[in-house]
């Protein structure tokens, strides 16, 4: 069993730039590929970024140029890097941990708001 717990959103005025962590408990976490998900009012569920144990990252189309998705393997934690918030970017941010053993393995952080308004 894998527990993650995010941490860093708030408030912030579009514009401005927030810093998503996420702790990890998990052996072998340099493993997993981790990522970072959003869900807004009314609206399912979306990728963010994800990044692989290798390194390897990928973005949504909508925050490449704005968003970096990093992992700190010694420490367990994944981070999303924001800048140049939008509105738009307003939602519950959730970490997922991914782990591919003959099945699927998905395990997802309780999330953190975030919230883009002047």
């Known amino acids: 069993q894998v527990q993650l717990v995010e941490s860093g959103g708030g408030l912030v005025q579009p514009g401005g730039s927030l810093r998503l962590s996420c702790a990890a408990s998990a052996s072998g976490f340099s493993l997993y590929a981790m990522g970072w998900y959003r869900q807004a009012p009314g609206k399912q569920r979306e990728l963010v970024a994800t990044?692989?144990?290798?390194?390897?990252?990928n973005y949504a189309n909508s925050v490449k140029g704005r968003f970096t998705i990093s992992r700190d393997n010694a420490k367990k934690t994944v981070y999303l890097q924001m800048n140049s918030l939008r509105p738009e970017d307003t939602a519950v941010y959730y970490c997922?941990?991914?782990?591919?053993?003959?099945?699927?393995?998905?395990?997802w952080g309780q999330g953190t708001q975030v919230t883009v308004s002047s």
């Open positions: 997922n941990a991914h782990f591919f053993d003959h099945m699927d393995y998905d395990y």
């Open positions: 990044i692989r144990s290798a390194g390897s990252t």
